[in-house]
């Protein structure tokens, strides 16, 4: 049974930047694809990033480009989301997945089958 843990949310201004952290525990996702996804309020859950399981492959929802970047440490059992330049659209509960069965890049929210408790984001203008 594994289990994911995200980390670094926080109330920011708009034009800062915050790196969000997932660890996984109880076993690895070194072979999953894994991805960032954010829900704000009455709104439904979207992906913001992806990631394949080497790393190599990344890929971003059209409103972060050039702002965001995913990262992954397999050696760590540790993912990252740099964001930069936030804006107050940002603002969401930001969650990070895992997809077992899958190991390129994947969009489809049931693919994921591992999903952190989510940490808020709160970008003030």
């Known amino acids: 049974q594994g289990q994911l843990v995200e980390s670094g949310g926080g109330l920011v201004q708009a034009g800062d930047s915050l790196r969000l952290s997932c660890s996984a525990f109880?076993?690895?996702?070194?072979?999953?694809?894994m991805g960032w996804f954010r829900q704000a309020p009455g709104k439904e859950r979207e992906f913001v990033a992806l990631?394949?399981?080497?790393?190599?492959?990344?890929h971003y929802t059209d409103s972060v480009k050039d702002r965001f970047t995913i990262s992954r440490d397999n050696n760590r059992n540790v993912m990252s989301l740099q964001m930069n330049s936030l804006k107050p659209e940002d603002t969401a509960v930001y969650y990070c997945?895992?997809?077992?069965?899958?190991?390129?890049?994947?969009?489809?929210?049931?693919?994921?089958?591992?999903w952190g408790q989510g940490t808020q984001v709160t970008v003030s203008s």
């Open positions: 109880g076993r690895t996702f070194s072979s999953s694809a």
């Open positions: 990631i394949t399981w080497s790393g190599a492959g990344t």
């Open positions: 997945a895992a997809a077992s069965r899958v190991r390129a890049l994947t969009a489809v929210i049931s693919d994921y089958d591992y």
